[in-house]
């Protein structure tokens, strides 16, 4: 479809000149020969781009600017006029003109501007689109998704929620499970409720039972109070048990009751306790295996096993880092900085033992240390620079994508990537890229794009 232009001049010769020069570019022309018709072709159909004279009758070019971004038109107006000066230029530019072109002007000039302010306009929309999208479609309490794995776990998440069916998460660390927790209790009609998070493994068996089951004043040296447990505190809502892998068998049978029955004893205490609770669970480890080597019941691990959602390592969804990087940026409200391809690249290709707990780390120390708004490969840590990873061991080995590509085919595949979901506009996809066009164009040249 063609872009529509408006052209508002009162010289009926300047719009038949620009007219006949823009119509054998394409573009749709309409006319209005004062400011009045200028302003209702506008609330007719709004056009793609509007070349504005300065001064026309009732009323002039920069009231016509000022009512069309008062009533939120974005659309690029080019500003011309007669009488330029520095002032009226500065003010046309402050009121939301795109460009501020001084009669007589060359034509090739004005062609220039205004595809220039379309692509500009149109890119504009692009980012808002994906802003939309990172922000509605791939974004819930904190996920954002866009590999095949990740939409099913979101919609499962999403068919779960409303249930208090018990949740079994499992993932390496760092991958997000906390986050799906909390997805589940945020979409459940919970909400309201609390959502309280314990982390299992990181505390004694001693600790973990008062922590989750409260005690008495008394219980033991030391108990100066009465204090409730996180499963009394989370009574209505959600109790989110972390590194359960981790637990004791002792502290497993009791878990296993709370489970079945509903109902608890604090330490020291012979009062029985009830709660409605929706549990949802999570580990790093291979229950299964736990249950071999005999330090896991078989009875709690179905228990919890009812609803088991897989969180995939970041390594294995490597085409959500430009978007998790995207959203991290923002979260660092830096979201005016922007990824090089080539360090794209790296970050695209690092396997990530961290997962996204690594990356979300290594996105906030860019984004603080790194003075540029384009951030360059030089600004990345140098284990993503040199494609290695930290063994336990402290260690390093070198490491390619699962795929065995190197960097040059990791880099047209994400140039692929970009130009797909731009619809193979270039300027489009530059800027997903962080690159400039030019550049763009000397890659796909490269490539035999």
């Given at each position: 479809?063609?872009?529509?232009?408006?052209?508002?001049?009162?010289?009926?010769?300047?719009?038949?000149?620009?007219?006949?020069?823009?119509?054998?570019?394409?573009?749709e022309i309409i006319e209005?020969?004062?400011?009045?018709?200028?302003?209702?072709?506008?609330?007719?159909?709004?056009?793609?781009?509007?070349?504005?004279?300065?001064?026309?009758?009732?009323?002039?070019?920069?009231?016509?600017?000022?009512?069309?971004?008062?009533?939120?038109h974005a659309f690029p107006i080019i500003m011309l006029t007669a009488h330029g000066n520095v002032t009226s230029a500065v003010e046309a530019m402050k009121a939301g003109a795109s460009e501020y072109l001084t009669k007589p002007f060359d034509l090739e000039e004005l062609k220039i501007s205004i595809d220039k302010a379309l692509k500009m306009s149109e890119l504009a929309t692009e980012v808002n689109r994906l802003r939309e999208e990172i922000d509605h479609d791939h974004d819930v309490s904190g996920i954002v998704a866009a590999a095949p794995a990740m939409l099913s776990i979101l919609e499962t998440t999403r068919k779960v929620a409303p249930t208090s069916a018990t949740v079994m998460i499992y993932g390496e660390s760092g991958t997000g499970k906390e986050l799906v927790?909390?997805?589940?209790?945020?979409?459940?009609?919970?909400?309201?409720?609390?959502?309280?998070?314990?982390?299992?493994?990181?505390?004694?068996?001693?600790?973990?039972?008062?922590?989750?089951?409260?005690?008495?004043?008394?219980?033991?040296?030391?108990a100066m109070q009465a204090?409730?447990?996180?499963?009394?505190?989370?009574?209505?809502?959600?109790?989110?048990?972390?590194?359960?892998g981790d637990i004791s068998?002792?502290?497993?049978?009791?878990?296993l009751r709370v489970?079945?029955?509903?109902?608890?004893?604090?330490?020291?205490?012979?009062?029985?306790?009830?709660?409605?609770?929706?549990?949802?669970?999570?580990?790093n480890r291979d229950l299964q295996q736990l249950i071999a080597d005999g330090t896991f019941r078989e009875d709690l691990y179905y228990r919890l096993n009812v609803v088991p959602i897989t969180v995939p390592p970041l390594r294995q969804r490597p085409s959500e880092i430009p978007l998790l990087v995207a959203h991290f940026l923002e979260k660092q409200h830096a979201g005016s900085k922007h990824i090089s391809a080539e360090a794209m690249?790296?970050?695209?290709?690092?396997?990530?033992?961290?997962?996204?707990?690594?990356?979300?780390?290594?996105?906030?120390?860019?984004?603080?240390?790194s003075r540029n708004d384009e951030i360059g490969v030089d600004d990345l840590p140098s284990e993503v620079r040199a494609g290695v990873s930290m063994l336990g061991s402290g260690e390093r080995c070198f490491v390619l994508p699962e795929s065995g590509l190197d960097l040059e085919e990791v880099e047209l595949d994400f140039v692929k990537q970009a130009l797909e979901r731009t619809g193979g506009i270039i300027p489009k996809a530059a800027?997903?890229?962080?690159?400039?066009?030019?550049?763009?164009?000397?890659?796909?040249?490269?490539?035999?794009?």
């Open positions: 479809m063609n872009r529509r232009v408006l052209i508002a001049d009162d010289e009926k010769n300047m719009r038949w000149v620009l007219a006949k020069a823009l119509s054998a570019e394409g573009y209005a020969s004062d400011g009045k018709e200028a302003l209702a072709a506008v609330a007719e159909q709004p056009p793609d781009l509007m070349v504005l004279d300065h001064k026309m009758p009732a009323p002039d070019g920069m009231e016509v600017l000022r009512r069309l971004r008062a009533k939120g927790a909390r997805a589940l209790h945020t979409m459940s009609n919970r909400a309201n409720r609390p959502f309280v998070s314990v982390s299992a493994g990181a505390l004694p068996e001693t600790l973990l039972e008062s922590e989750l089951f409260g005690y008495e004043k008394g219980a033991f040296t030391g204090k409730p447990g996180r499963f009394e505190l989370a009574n209505g809502g959600t109790i989110f048990l972390d590194e359960i068998l002792g502290v497993q049978v009791k878990l489970l079945q029955e509903r109902t608890f004893e604090r330490l020291g205490g012979t009062r029985t306790i009830e709660v409605d609770v929706r549990v949802v669970a999570a580990t690249s790296l970050l695209v290709a690092y396997q990530w033992p961290g997962n996204v707990r690594e990356l979300e780390n290594t996105i906030e120390r860019i984004a603080i240390l800027k997903l890229l962080g690159l400039t066009t030019k550049t763009l164009e000397a890659r796909m040249e490269r490539y035999g794009l």
